[in-house]
């Protein structure tokens, strides 16, 4: 039996104000209409922080500096596991532009977790309530 591919990817946790920024998937791509905290695969001799950096300018345009981290998941969607490590990220420069997602909004905590999130980052939502509850 073939073992399952561990793959490493980043979520940055974004936060103005008391409201966290959430991600919607686009409908065509993988684990469609989910909502995710925006991130992505780590490259080849890359950081999670060089990766945060890389991928929120690539998914958004905009420049950020990553900051603390925050926790790591590990979950099993069957055909492939997936290594989550969450980190707080600061928005330096830029407007957002959905070049990767259909929609985003900024939510508090009570009403981040009424959405359909990605299952990987379902422990990170937990993680934030019980830290700014």
């Not at 909502?35 to 080849?44: A, Q, R």
């Not at 069957?78 to 290594?83: E, P, V, W």
């Not at 600061?90 to 929609?103: K, R």
Request: net charge negative.
């Amino acid at each position: 039996m073939k073992s399952k591919k561990i793959i490493e990817v980043t979520a940055a946790i974004i936060r103005k104000g008391n409201r966290f920024l959430c991600a919607q998937r686009k409908d065509c791509s993988e684990q469609g209409g989910k909502w995710e905290f925006p991130g992505g695969k780590i490259e080849p001799n890359e950081s999670p922080e060089q990766c945060l950096e890389r991928e929120l300018f690539e998914e958004f345009a905009i420049q950020s500096t990553c900051g603390k981290f925050l926790c790591e998941n590990t979950h099993d969607y069957g055909d492939k596991i997936i290594k989550l490590k969450a980190y707080f990220v600061n928005h330096t420069e830029g407007d957002f532009q959905l070049l990767a997602h259909q929609q985003i909004q900024w939510l508090d905590i009570d009403k981040m977790q009424k959405l359909d999130w990605a299952e990987a980052d379902l422990p990170i939502v937990d993680k934030l309530t019980s830290h700014y509850k």
